[in-house]
C-alpha cells in the first residue's frame, strides 16, 4: 500500500466539517481513485469543545494553526479559516516556507495575495490549490485552469455569491424585507462571518479577482475592481424590475477590452428569458467566453458546507495523485501586469428610480437633464411611493411634501452621462434621496 495523504485541517466550520464527513463517507473510493489513503491527522479551531457535527475522535489537535502548518507530520495544510491577513496568511505561508502543499477555500486572502503566495509555492515545489474558493462546489477554477488551456478568454462573468442570491430571490418570490432574509441566509450557513463582505459586493469581488487572473493570465488584482452591493435594493425596485421584464441580480463581470480589462461588481438588470437571469436561491453561475470553445456556462450549488468540500476535496485527490500546477495557469513571474480599463466607458441601458417631490416641473427638469447628457429614455413611468410598496413595511412614510416615484429606463448610453445628469437632477433639489440606477445587461 502507498503512503498515506496527511492532511492537517484549520478551521472547522461549516466547510471543515463538510470536509470532515466527506473523507469519512468516500475513504475506500478515494482509496482507490488515488491509490493511497487520506487522511486527517491533525486539526486545528478557535473552539476545541464546540459541538460539531462531524467525528473528530482519534484526531490529533493542534491549537496553533502556524504549528498545524509546520507539522512534520503533514503533506497538506488545508486552511478553512478565512480572512485576507492574519492567521489564515501566516498560517498558509508558514506551510508553503515548510514545503507542505496547500489546499484553501480563502478567496480573499488569495484575491489580496494570490501573486505573491503562488510564487512562494513554486518556489517551495508545491501545491497552492483553490477550487474550493470560487463559486462553492462549481469546478471553476479547474475549467479554465485545465479544461479551457487552448482558449483566448474574452469575458468572465457570473453570479458569485449565493447569500445575494439567495437574499433577492426570496425577496423576489416572498415580498420579504431585506434583513429578514438575510438573517436567514446567515441560519442556513451561506454567509461569511461577517455578511457585509457578502451584501457589500466583496465576497464576489474576491471570487471575481481569481476568475480574471484565471483566464486573462494577470496578476491578481482586487483595488481594481468596481464593487457595489445590493444593500440599496428595495422590494420597489424588484417589482418595478419584474414588471419591465427583468430579474436583479449580483453580477461579477470581468472583461478584456482594447483598453485594458475591465472588472466590476454591481447588482444588474437581466432579462427574465435569459439562462443566467433563472439561476435561483443560493446557486452560481459563471459564463466563460473563449475564441474555440464559444461561451460556456456552469450552474450549481455556489455556498454551503457539501458544495465546498466537495471543491476542496477534488483539489486534495490532485495532489494524491501527484498532480502539481501553477496556481494560475502560468509561472507567477510570467503573469502579466494588470492594466486596468476605465469604469465609465461602460455602455448598456439603465434602470434609474428617482424619489421625486410631486411638483409642476419636476419631471420635465428631470428629462431636460437627461437630455442634456444625449441620454435617450425608452420609457419614463411614475409609480407607487416606495412606502406603498409590499415588503416595505418597516420603512416609514415620509412625512412633508408628497412624493412619487419615477423609474425610468435609457437606451444604451455610457456610466459617465448617466452619473452627470443624476448629480444635476440631485443638485435641481427635485428628489428626496439619492438616485437609484441599476446597470441593465444583455447578456
Ligand atoms: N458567503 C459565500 C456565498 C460562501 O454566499 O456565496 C461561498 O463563498
Redesign the pocket.
Given at each position: 500500500m502507498a503512503n498515506p495523504l496527511k492532511l492537517g485541517l484549520a478551521g472547522i466550520g461549516t466547510v471543515g466539517t463538510g470536509l470532515v464527513r466527506l473523507i469519512a463517507a468516500r475513504t475506500d473510493v478515494l482509496r482507490e481513485k488515488t491509490g493511497r489513503p487520506i487522511e486527517i491527522v491533525a486539526v486545528s479551531a478557535r473552539n476545541k469543545r464546540k459541538k460539531r457535527d462531524a467525528d473528530l475522535s482519534g484526531i490529533r489537535f493542534v491549537s496553533d494553526p502556524v504549528a498545524l502548518a509546520r507539522d512534520p507530520e503533514i503533506d497538506v495544510f488545508v486552511e478553512l479559516i478565512g480572512g485576507e491577513e492574519g492567521i489564515a496568511k501566516e498560517a498558509v505561508e508558514a506551510a508553503l516556507l515548510a514545503g507542505k502543499h496547500v489546499v484553501t477555500?480563502n478567496?480573499a486572502l488569495l484575491a489580496h495575495h494570490g501573486t505573491a503566495l503562488a510564487a512562494m509555492a513554486e518556489k517551495n515545489g508545491v501545491a497552492l490549490n483553490f477550487e474550493g474558493a470560487v463559486a462553492?462546489g462549481i469546478p471553476v477554477v479547474k475549467t479554465i485552469r485545465e479544461g479551457l488551456q487552448g482558449n483566448d478568454i474574452t469575458r468572465v462573468f457570473g453570479i458569485?455569491?449565493?447569500?445575494?442570491n439567495y437574499i433577492l430571490t426570496k425577496m423576489e418570490r416572498e415580498g420579504r424585507d431585506f434583513a429578514d432574509v438575510l438573517k436567514e441566509?446567515q441560519e442556513q450557513g451561506?454567509?461569511?462571518a461577517d455578511p457585509t463582505?457578502?451584501i457589500g459586493g466583496f465576497?464576489t469581488a474576491h471570487?471575481l479577482a481569481l476568475l480574471t487572473s484565471l483566464a486573462f493570465g494577470t496578476r491578481t488584482n482586487f483595488d481594481a475592481i468596481y464593487v457595489e452591493g445590493i444593500e440599496t435594493i428595495t422590494p420597489a425596485d424588484i417589482e418595478a424590475a419584474s414588471d419591465l421584464g427583468f430579474r436583479i441580480k449580483l453580477l461579477g463581470v470581468a472583461l478584456r477590452t482594447d483598453s485594458g480589462i475591465e472588472q466590476r461588481v454591481h447588482p444588474t438588470m437581466l432579462q427574465k428569458d435569459t439562462a443566467i437571469a433563472n439561476v435561483d436561491g443560493?446557486s452560481?453561475c459563471v459564463a466563460i467566453d473563449g475564441d474555440f470553445i464559444g461561451d460556456v456556462m456552469l450552474i450549481g450549488p455556489?455556498?454551503g458546507g457539501g458544495p465546498?468540500a466537495s471543491a476542496v476535496m477534488s483539489d486534495i485527490v490532485d495532489i494524491a495523485r501527484g498532480t502539481v500546477l501553477r496556481p494560475f495557469g502560468l509561472k507567477a513571474s510570467n503573469l502579466k501586469a494588470y492594466k486596468k480599463a476605465a469604469m465609465r466607458t461602460h455602455e448598456g441601458g439603465y434602470y434609474i428610480r428617482l424619489s421625486v417631490y410631486d411638483r409642476t416641473g419636476a419631471f420635465a427638469a428631470i428629462a431636460q437633464r437627461m437630455a442634456a447628457q444625449g441620454i435617450s429614455l425608452e420609457s419614463i413611468v411614475q409609480r407607487r411611493p416606495e412606502s406603498e410598496v409590499p415588503g416595505q413595511g418597516r420603512s416609514p412614510r415620509k412625512k412633508g411634501e408628497p412624493q412619487a416615484s419615477v423609474v425610468m429606463v435609457t437606451h444604451e448610453t455610457t456610466e459617465a452621462a448617466v452619473r452627470k445628469a443624476l448629480a444635476a437632477i440631485e443638485r435641481d433639489g427635485h428628489v428626496d434621496a439619492k438616485p437609484q440606477m441599476i446597470r441593465i445587461e444583455k447578456l
Open positions: 477555500a478567496k462553492g458569485l455569491n449565493g447569500t445575494c441566509a451561506y454567509a461569511e463582505f457578502d465576497d471570487k443560493v452560481n455556489g455556498a465546498t
